[in-house]
């Protein structure tokens, strides 16, 4: 049996944004992140990376998988060989982006139309098996070998909730 877990928050900011800012705007005394760096009517517009990093926005992955697989085999004569096997798979997907309304990017859009939220799930089982059979044997100087194979899968795409 395997069992998978990957979760990931990456950064809403990308570590571009901090490097396209010039390092050497002047700091506020009092602490606080201002919204742009720079900002001159519209010439000029330096968002701060800080500012849109502190906002509640978010990108969050997460998936969970478990595998399991089975194999028999039976041999109830020298010549003949039996053997099955069984793999079942289901893996649940998450996705939710959040870009809050506050961000930077949004400050030319609608104050209706600000913001951003994409959430997604997906559910799936995965089944595959199969069932040979194997005979040989000498039969008066003639070596003969047959084998049936009967193969089994199936992907299933679950209704998300």
């Not at 201002?34 to 968002?47: A, F, Q, R």
């Not at 990017?105 to 139309?113: A, G, N, P, V």
């Not at 994409?118 to 089982?125: C, D, E, I, R, S």
């Amino acid at each position: 049996m395997t069992i998978n877990h990957t979760s990931s928050g990456d950064p809403v900011v990308a570590f571009s944004e901090y490097a396209k800012a010039n390092p050497y705007y002047e700091k506020k005394p009092d602490g606080r992140v201002e919204k742009w760096l720079e900002y001159k009517e519209e010439l000029i517009e330096s968002p701060n990376p800080l500012w849109n990093a502190n906002l509640n926005s978010r990108a969050l992955d997460r998936s969970f998988g478990v595998t399991n697989n089975f194999s028999a085999e039976y041999n109830p004569l020298t010549s003949l060989k039996i053997r099955g096997r069984f793999g079942i798979t289901k893996t649940i997907n998450e996705s939710d982006d959040f870009l809050s309304p506050e961000d930077t990017s949004f400050d030319d859009t609608e104050e209706l139309k600000k913001g951003s939220l994409a959430y997604q799930n997906g559910k799936n089982l995965q089944y595959e098996g199969e069932l040979k059979w194997n005979e040989n044997g000498d039969y008066s100087g003639v070596f003969i070998c047959s084998g049936i194979l009967i193969p089994i899968c199936r992907y299933v795409d679950l209704l998300a909730d």
